[in-house]
């Protein structure tokens, strides 16, 4: 990514300017739509690679056809207190439409009858089943290798008195 940014003079930023905590909006999403899905087992293999990018395909079509959301209409402060509103909920593909954005007939024909192909139950057993396969693979690599016993002996204070204290000076209190 940062090669082809380099190559294209386009500005690579990890964030966007003057937004300095976007970094809490990346890990909300993880946890929406990575920890709650998969969870928090390291993936490193490429049989879970490929099990994954099973799952992520499937998710798309669950999160881009079924899972309806509302986006912030209004924020208006009065004073302390802040009032929100939203507009009615709608999926994805729902706003897709509306929005008329699509001008071409045929990127509509396309949608809709991706749209009439999905089938929720199915869907979410298939996903259900990959995540199970998921864990399974990774539960059944290869535990970590035991890290060697630290010799305390060696690494034992000449001094153990002075284990905690900021200072050599004698406490007040005794």
């Known amino acids: 990514m940062f090669n082809y940014c380099k190559e294209n003079r386009i500005t690579f930023t990890r964030s966007r300017a003057g937004n300095k905590n976007d970094g809490a909006h990346v890990e909300q999403k993880n946890w929406t739509h990575v920890r709650e899905l998969v969870g928090y087992l390291r993936f490193d ?26 986006k912030l209409v209004l924020k208006k402060r009065d004073g302390a207190k802040v009032i929100k509103r939203y507009d009615r909920a709608q999926t994805p593909f729902e706003r897709t439409m509306a929005s008329g954005v699509l001008v071409d007939a045929e990127a509509r024909t396309r949608l809709s009858d991706a749209m009439e192909a999905v089938r929720p139950g199915e869907l979410s057993r298939a996903i259900g089943e990959l995540t199970t396969r998921l864990e399974r693979l990774a539960l059944s690599k290869a535990a970590a290798p035991v890290r060697p016993r630290v010799n305390r002996d060696f ?5 153990p008195e002075l284990l905690g204290e900021a200072t050599t000076q004698p406490s007040r209190r005794s």
Do not use: K, M, P
């Open 45 to 70: 293999t490429d049989a879970e690679l490929e099990v994954l990018n099973e799952i992520w395909e499937l998710d798309r079509h669950f999160t881009n056809y079924l899972l309806a959301n509302q």
């Open 155 to 159: 690494n034992a204070s000449r001094h």
